[in-house]
């Protein structure tokens, strides 16, 4: 089945650094999502991208549908504590197709 | 507000028995979903459900069981056939679930199983 990568596992950073995570995939997506999970939460949707090309922005991130519709970006700006968390990718290949989540990427910001 | 409501949000059984976990939503969602979240594993697709009284296996359905006879519950069991049944229960819901494509899911707070 389809599968999305997403990597490293892991992610330190310096509170007010910017950092970029991507999510690719060997198959075409046809609808991009990003979610952040917070310890014992479930995940909450931070951008839905449904375009080729199509770069969506909530505060202090930004997310962009890649042209080849294999992949997708996530940028986070000027990070802050509460940004810790594990950020998962997920998408649809097409109609009737079921979600597929990438494994997710644990950030830590360092105060 | 409209939502997703899982609950207990911890659950602990003895070995060999059976638990339902609860999952309730006032959405007005089609489509709805049961996922298990391991440590390093990324979230692994239960069941789904695209329409009230219908639901299809995921990637990993062994031992469990689901029911759908309302839109708003989709109740999990986790059966003593589940052999390894300690994770992170999630379960998600979106709108159309007859037309998956551009469909965004929305997820309950979980359900964390500890079996004794």
Redesign the interface.
């Given at each position: 089945g389809q599968q999305l990568n997403q990597s490293p596992q892991s992610m330190f950073i310096q509170e007010g650094e910017d950092v970029s995570m991507n999510c690719t995939s060997s198959s075409i997506f046809n609808t991009w999502l990003w979610y952040k999970q917070e310890p014992g939460e479930g995940p909450v949707l931070l951008i839905a991208l449904y375009k080729a090309g199509e770069l969506t922005s909530n505060g202090r991130l930004t997310a962009q549908f890649g042209i080849t519709r294999k992949d997708s970006f996530l940028n986070i700006s000027a990070s802050i504590p509460s940004d810790v968390g594990i950020y998962f990718c997920a998408g649809h290949t097409g109609a009737n197709s079921k979600l597929t989540f990438g494994k997710g990427i644990t950030l830590s910001v360092r105060p | 507000d409209g939502g997703?409501t899982?609950s207990p949000k911890y659950l602990f059984r003895k070995e060999g028995q059976n638990v339902t976990l609860s999952c309730e939503q006032n959405l007005n969602h089609d489509a709805m979903?049961w996922?298990r979240q391991d440590p390093?594993?990324?979230?692994r697709?239960i069941y789904?459900s695209q329409i009230v009284n219908d639901f299809q296996k995921?990637?990993i359905a062994e031992g469990y069981s689901v029911s759908r006879e309302k839109k708003e519950s989709f109740p999990l069991t986790v059966t003593s056939a589940q052999k390894n049944p300690t994770a992170f229960y999630?379960c998600?819901s979106?709108i159309e679930g007859?037309?998956?494509?551009?469909?965004?899911?929305?997820?309950?707070?979980?359900t964390?199983l500890t079996v004794v």
């Open positions: - | 997703i899982q979903y996922y390093g594993q990324g979230l697709l789904y995921g990637d999630l998600a979106s007859h037309r998956l494509t551009n469909t965004e899911a929305f997820f309950g707070q979980g964390r």
